[in-house]
DNA sequence: GATTAAATAAGTATTTTTACTTATTTTTAT
DNA sequence: ATAAAAATAAGTAAAAATACTTATTTAATC
């Protein structure tokens, strides 16, 4: 197998020399290119679309979560480890709602850090035991959790055109057809035939009820 | 500060030896007692009163989640900590919801192994990384999780009438108008005013809002 | 270069919702 | 018992949405 090609985005040198002398010896892993701040990282990530980024939340110009906002929306096929110095609830909460794949606190040993980047690599999620409280707490809420759904992008969303899925988003953010004409400067007439294929699309005959498809699909 | 007490529920003697000798010098915990089956567990638990339990899934008698919910359910104050051989998705997310303050591989490690009792002692909760992917896919269902709010009552909700949340289930069951007012026998225009103003209480302007204010709530 | 798929737009008729106001009847609380 | 709050219902006019159909213009693909 090739090895995972990552890119590694960090303000401080030092600790991205640290992390690379810690993957010198791996085969399985490899560097390929380092970015000091946010926006570097995402043009950096455009550029050599790596396989994997590691990312510290606090950078300048823009931080790491957005980092990872961006790549999943639009790089959904490259995964995200954070690293953070901060077991804070909010960073824990904000990492996974963002779409990381993994978070670590900068305190974890070599071993687990790479347990952590094999999991990742693998397709799995891997996020510190010490922040398990938080994930607790924030997530299960409600104890049964009927449907374990794989939150894979789903064929129902891809049966979409891009256009309809641009235009689900306006309708999700609560457009009317006048509204979501007038921002994708269209005629009324067209948004309502977006609309009304994409709900036949998805086979919802109201509102609510593509509310409800939206939210299993994992698009709100 | 005392040690932490904590009885021993596995049915293999060479596991709970194995345990024991990991603890033998910690002078933070102190196994107090054990148990080989599900039945003994319990009845030891009754008599020692201990602060943590340390518990194997697969037993006789009884097996180690039932002990859980038990012991979540009668001694809530008694600490859980779950040894499993199995990443299982079942048995992680059963654990949870079954009141399991951990969750630990019999492969982790003995530095994982203290992490998890010393976090669980402080009256946290420590789920081994490498399951964290079953946490994930169960109970992170949609993205943004805007709110950790106390799902408690919320003040918004209760400033709706009795007769208000009720057409508001309704609606969030996708019904219209005219379904509401069918369905509860009452005029179309009463359902109207209902919804008009049950939407001015939540200070909403449309399904999409109502729905997503309604998540917040969790209501949906 | 021809087909196919996607995006655009208009037309039509029906149904709903919005955004109120007014008013009567029940409940509930003091 | 009486005032206040809640539930009921109707009216009106304007704005949207629904449920289609047809048709033209781009793009993409074979």
Redesign the interface.
């Known amino acids: 197998m090739n090895p995972t090609r990552i890119v590694l985005a960090d303000d401080h040198e030092l600790v991205r020399d640290g992390i690379k002398s810690l993957l010198e010896n791996e085969t399985d892993f490899k560097v390929i290119a380092e970015a000091s701040d946010g926006k570097e990282a995402l043009k950096v990530i455009a550029q050599e679309k790596p396989d994997l980024l590691i990312v510290d939340i606090r950078m300048p110009q823009m931080n790491g979560l957005e980092v990872v906002k961006h790549l999943t929306k639009d790089f959904s096929d490259i995964k995200k480890l954070v690293l953070s110095m901060h077991d804070s609830?909010e960073y824990v909460?904000e990492s996974?709602?963002a779409?990381a794949d993994?978070y670590l606190l900068k305190g974890s040993?070599k071993?687990?850090f790479l347990?952590?980047l094999h999991?990742i690599a693998a397709g799995?999620?891997?996020?510190?035991?010490?922040i398990?409280?938080i994930?607790?707490?924030?997530?299960?809420?409600?104890?049964?959790?009927p449907s374990?759904k794989p939150?894979a992008e789903s064929e129902e969303i891809s049966q979409l055109t891009n256009r309809e899925k641009q235009i689900l988003e306006l309708?999700?953010?609560?457009k009317?057809n006048n509204d979501v004409a007038e921002s994708l400067k269209i005629s009324r007439r067209t948004a309502e035939v977006h609309r009304f294929n994409l709900m036949k699309k998805l086979n919802v005959?109201?509102?609510?009820?593509l509310?409800?498809k939206s939210?299993e699909l994992?698009?709100?």
């Not at 799995?124 to 010490?130: A, N």
């Not at 994930?135 to 959790?145: E, P, T, Y």
């Not at 005959?205 to 009820?209: F, P």
């Open positions: 609830e909460v996974i709602v779409g993994g040993s071993a687990e347990k952590a999991a799995g999620k891997y996020f510190s035991g010490d398990s409280q994930i607790i707490d924030n997530f299960v809420k409600g104890k049964s959790k374990p939150l309708i999700l953010d609560g009317g005959k109201n509102l609510i009820e509310t409800q939210k994992n698009l709100i």
